[in-house]
């Protein structure tokens, strides 16, 4: 877990070749410097031989998360050559079906 403020719950080292991080953000605009601090990380942690990483973003206020998680999909799609979907939001009046 990386959560802004208490970065002491975060282990920092790779002991398997897969990772889940839940990430909490702070609605604030460390959250950007915080998420830029992972992508390096994971490239470091790739050259280790890391295979696979679930990253989960979470903010209080979910339309954040949407946003947060946007940005980090364009830097690794861009660091890594990978071509993962960005998540866009929606407008507010639109109503989403399941059908």
């Not at 992508?39 to 947060?68: P, Y």
Request: net charge positive; hydrophobic share 40%.
């Amino acid at each position: 877990t990386d959560t802004a403020g208490r970065r002491d719950l975060l282990h920092m080292c790779l002991t398997t070749p897969k990772t889940f991080i839940r990430f909490v953000g702070a609605n604030h605009t460390s959250d950007y410097t915080r998420i830029d601090q992972w992508v390096e990380r994971l490239q470091l942690w790739k050259h280790a031989g890391i295979n696979e990483v679930n990253f989960f973003i979470h903010q209080n206020i979910e339309i954040e998360s949407v946003k947060l998680a946007a940005y980090f999909i364009k830097n690794i799609n861009q660091k890594f050559q990978l071509n993962h979907k960005v998540p866009t939001t929606l407008d507010n009046t639109q109503q989403m079906t399941l059908f």
